[in-house]
Nanobody, 116 residues
Framework: QVQLVESGGGLVQPGGSLRLSCAAS????????MGWYRQAPGKQRELVAQ???????NYAASVKGRFTISRDNAKNTVYLQMDSLRPEDTAVYCC??????????WGQGTQVTVSS
């Protein structure tokens, strides 16, 4: 199994920054990719960013140039650096781990609120 522990959410003003962290434990050797999803009330869940085992990254068009996903393999941790935050970025952000042969794993979610 894989356990994901997220941190870093909070309240920030428009234009501000936050850095989310997702620490993975368990069968981490089986993880093919990790990413961040978000879901706001009344909206579909969307993929924000992902990073594969080999380091390839992918971003939603709405966050390109503002968000950066990275990883620290020694700490088994993935980060999402969020800059130039906008009110529309307000959502629950969940870390996801893709493990072949499973349905994947999810973190508990962390609330990000961008408001004046």
């Amino acid at each position: 199994q894989v356990q994901l522990v997220e941190s870093g959410g909070g309240l920030v003003q428009p234009g501000g920054s936050l850095r989310l962290s997702c620490a993975a434990s368990g069968s981490i050797f089986s993880i093919a990719a990790m990413g961040w999803y978000r879901q706001a009330p009344g909206k579909q869940r969307e993929l924000v960013a992902q990073i594969t085992r080999i380091g390839s990254t992918n971003y939603a068009a709405s966050v390109k140039g503002r968000f950066t996903i990275s990883r620290d393999n020694a700490k088994n941790t993935v980060y999402l650096q969020m800059d130039s935050l906008r009110p529309e970025d307000t959502a629950v952000y969940c870390c996801y781990a893709d493990r072949p042969g499973t349905l994947g794993y999810w973190g508990q979610g962390t609330q990000v609120t961008v408001s004046s």
